[in-house]
């Protein structure tokens, strides 16, 4: 009642510490305590700036366990080298490239990258077509510029500038979309490492320890294609589709126990089978032929990654929770699949049909499933 009688008031009220806990806390946040274990283990040489050696980075990201006994979980399951070129981009004079189908980790990689190395993921830039140059370069702020004419004071820096000042890893997310003029400021950034400021008549040099990650997606390729003298700049790093069924398994089993906790679900989750089926039929669909490889199935038009298997498994975990017996089952995942298969009402729903029919309905085994799925497919 109390709670109620203050917000018709107009009072916000903070309820508890609990209450307060962020959606989705940054990954330097989320996996602190892993990241202080690496600092205080690790002993090889550090880069400038860096808060942990690249090998320490790279054990972050890939996981291990350390001499004292600290488990540390892995962020990304995929080839161990792809992690090490990474890394050791990082720490030389070229920016870094993560490149991609939509769903292989690319901003997760990137938020994980620049925890571990600068203490800190939130330099961030989202790329769109709408992007300015002010949020790469600087911006002002007009009642001070208006006040008492251009100064430091009414400067409004970028998260590349201030990572620049600072030594720190800065992000671009998909740097492909923003407009090639505005791509085009990072140029000088990169190579010659130095902001000038025109209006001030000064520059803001980068210090040692300064990078950026930007992140790409394949598809878009071609809309806003990076200028080869951009693209001279970054080393690039393709992140691929897991290499087997197994390994997709294993890394949404892992996402789907982490988010699960985070959103409260009741733990342990006996629906590896479920998880199995999700992921097989995405992969199926996705290379357009069963993994048996004896049928060829028509490919639907949205992008089935491991990412949507997880938000698909995610969801039905939480039917289960909320409105079934706790337990996976086939009808808390056949909605989900469908949503994600059948984007384009017309075409796309053939194609699922189809595959239901020659596929799903003769396989042994998923009659359930099969069921489930011609419920929410009528
Ligand atoms: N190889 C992988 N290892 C770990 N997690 C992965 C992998 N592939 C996908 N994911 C998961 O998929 C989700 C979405 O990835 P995201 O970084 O948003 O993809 P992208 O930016 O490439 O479109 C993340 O939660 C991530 O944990
Ligand atoms: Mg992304």
Redesign the pocket.
């Known amino acids: 009642m109390n709670g109620s009688q203050s917000e018709a008031a107009g009072e916000p009220t903070v309820r508890s510490a609990e209450s307060a806990v962020a959606l989705r806390p940054h990954a330097e946040d989320a996996f602190a305590a892993e990241l202080e274990a690496l600092v205080a283990t690790d002993d090889r040489p550090r880069p400038a700036r860096w808060r942990l050696s690249p090998w320490a980075v790279a054990t972050y990201l890939l996981g291990g366990t350390l001499p004292d006994g600290t488990v540390i979980t892995p962020?990304?399951?995929?080839p161990r080298r792809l992690v090490e070129v990474a890394v050791t981009t990082l720490a030389t004079d070229r920016a870094l490239l993560l490149l991609?189908v939509?769903?292989?980790?690319?901003?997760?990689v990137s938020e994980h990258l620049a925890a571990a190395v600068s203490g800190d993921s939130t330099l961030l830039v989202q790329g769109t077509a709408g992007t300015p140059e002010e949020a790469i370069r600087y911006g002002w702020n007009y009642a001070q510029l208006l006040a008492h004419g251009p100064s430091r004071d009414a400067l409004v820096p970028s998260p590349v500038m201030r990572a620049m000042a600072d030594g720190m890893t800065a992000r671009v997310e998909e740097l492909t979309r923003i407009p090639a003029d505005v791509q085009d400021s990072l140029i000088t950034i990169l190579s010659e490492k130095t902001l000038p400021i025109p209006e001030l008549g000064e520059e803001v040099q980068a210090v040692r320890g300064f990078n950026v990650i930007a992140?790409a997606n394949d598809r878009d390729r071609g809309v806003n294609d990076l200028s080869s003298a951009l693209r001279r700049r970054f080393n690039t790093v393709v992140?691929p589709l897991?290499e087997s069924v197994e390994v997709e398994v294993d890394?949404v089993s892992r996402?789907v126990d982490q988010l699960g906790r985070s959103l409260d679900l009741p733990a342990g989750p006996d629906g590896i089978d479920e998880i199995r089926r999700v992921v097989t039929v995405f992969r199926e669909l996705r290379d357009g032929v069963t993994a048996d490889g004896r049928t060829k199935v028509k490919s639907p038009s949205g992008t089935l990654s491991?990412?949507e298997a997880?938000s698909v498994v995610t969801n039905g975990l939480a039917l289960s929770a909320h409105f079934g017996d706790g337990v996976l089952r086939p009808a808390d995942v056949a909605a989900g699949i469908l949503g994600a298969v059948v984007r384009d009402p017309a075409a796309d729903r053939v194609v699922w049909q189809e595959y239901l029919e020659a596929v799903v309905r003769e396989r042994e085994g998923w009659q359930d499933f099969y069921r489930a799925c011609r419920e929410v497919s009528a």
């Open positions: 962020k990304y399951v995929g991609g939509p769903g292989t980790a690319k901003t997760w992140t992140l897991p890394i996402r491991t990412a997880i």
